[in-house]
């Protein structure tokens, strides 16, 4: 038995963070029901690049496909009185309730805490937005780099304080930020309500998420002289150091090294064959360049593989950059089964869709298809009590499907 067994999960949010996060909720053995619109459901869905069509269902959203196995879609036009009633009606048979509007939405809707705990007192309510339930900003629109931004990470991200910050290759405020730590808030709420008998709501703001992971750097900050701070691309941890760094191979692909122990250090430079001098590792800005440089012309000197030969066998925390196309290969990943083959939706053929395994789910779980949109609204609705006569009902005024 999974750690959520029994635990059922109402999902009203929609594209990357609350998804993500009921993802994980899932793979830990909840049921996670996706409360979607009639008309068009999750924006996620027709993201491109699209997969081919089943004839049920256009094409579905690679990035849909990966968040949402195991899921089921109920559709609920919560612009509409019926539809909210609904909502209400299902609430007594759910523990967690995870939203991503506009702060005040749920209010403006009639579906604020104090309804939803009137009707389920245990209910832990998650809200996701971008810079919290309240303060100044909490009507503001952002995307990932907005927050980002605005926590101060983004600012160190890039070769050089002469040139503009790197926008960052993940969404690390919807996933970092948002997704993960409204994960870690359901599970100590879950524990609370269990204890207490009440329920709670749960404030992340991606923005104060994102702010979080620069704690220790925050920690640099305080001790730095007055007026000072780490340059972007000059810190140890962003390019400042030789030991630490990307390196071009022969083949035009790239390795990462990561030798910042004395240890590390000289078993790196004795398979380089360069002498070992421990004192580079603390040289100044000016020497750290030159050693940069010297280390750079000798990883012209052979391709990514013939170097992942010397370093198999040589413990210098180096390994090569890969691709995420070249990730579903790499031994380490299939060795602990990282990637999996689920079933596509809509299709019987058995042909494979691939996924991937979050580190909290089981090897070898089988797998349920993302779900088609609206595909199990009979069937939630039977569960909270609904019978023919009320669905035929919701149907008619188009508030489900």
């Not at 299902?90 to 939203?99: A, Q, S, T």
Request: glycine share 10%; proline share 10%; hydrophobic share 35%.
């Amino acid at each position: 038995m999974q750690p959520l067994s029994g635990v059922r999960v109402l999902d009203l949010s929609r594209l990357l963070p609350g998804p993500f996060a009921t993802l994980v909720l899932s793979d830990l053995g909840a049921q996670v029901d996706k409360v979607e619109d009639p008309h068009v459901g999750d924006y996620l869905r027709l993201m491109p690049p699209l997969g081919p069509s089943t004839g049920e269902d256009p094409g579905l959203s690679g990035r849909f496909v990966a968040l949402n196995r195991d899921k089921r879609s109920l559709c609920l036009d919560l612009k509409h009185p019926e539809g909210r009633k609904a909502l209400l009606r299902l609430l007594p048979h759910y523990h967690v309730l995870v939203e991503s509007f506009r702060p005040g939405v749920l209010d403006r809707l009639g579906l604020g805490l104090d309804v939803l705990h009137a009707h389920n007192p245990k209910l832990v309510l998650c809200s996701i937005s971008g810079y919290g339930q309240d303060g100044p900003y909490r009507e503001r629109a952002g995307h990932d780099l907005n927050y980002a931004a605005l926590a101060g990470v983004l600012s160190m991200s890039g070769p050089s304080p002469h040139e503009p910050p790197h926008p960052m290759p993940i969404q690390l405020a919807d996933v970092g930020g948002g997704a993960l730590w409204s994960v870690i808030g359901i599970l100590s709420a879950l524990r609370q309500a269990e204890q207490s008998g009440q329920g709670s709501h749960i404030d992340i703001s991606m923005c104060e998420g994102t702010l979080s992971f620069l704690i220790p750097d925050l920690g640099n900050l305080d001790v730095l002289p007055e007026g000072e701070e780490p340059a972007r691309g000059a810190d140890l941890l962003t390019g400042g150091a030789a030991c630490y760094g990307v390196y071009r191979t022969r083949d035009d692909k790239f390795l990462a090294v990561a030798a910042l122990e004395p240890k590390f250090w000289a078993n790196l430079n004795h398979a380089l064959g360069r002498p070992i001098d421990p004192s580079e590792l603390i040289a100044p800005p000016d020497e750290q360049a030159k050693i940069r440089d010297e280390l750079a012309t000798i990883f012209l000197q052979k391709t990514r593989s013939e170097w992942e030969a010397i370093f198999a066998k040589t413990d210098a925390c180096v390994e090569p950059v890969l691709s995420p196309k070249e990730t579903r290969q790499h031994p380490l990943h299939q060795a602990r089964a990282v990637f999996f083959d689920g079933n596509p939706p809509g299709q019987t053929d058995g042909s494979p869709l691939p996924q991937v395994r979050t580190p909290l789910r089981p090897r070898n779980l089988p797998c349920g298809k993302p779900p088609l949109h609206g595909q199990d609204s009979q069937a939630i609705l039977r569960e909270a009590g609904f019978d023919q006569a009320d669905i035929d009902h919701l149907l008619k005024l188009s508030v489900t499907k």
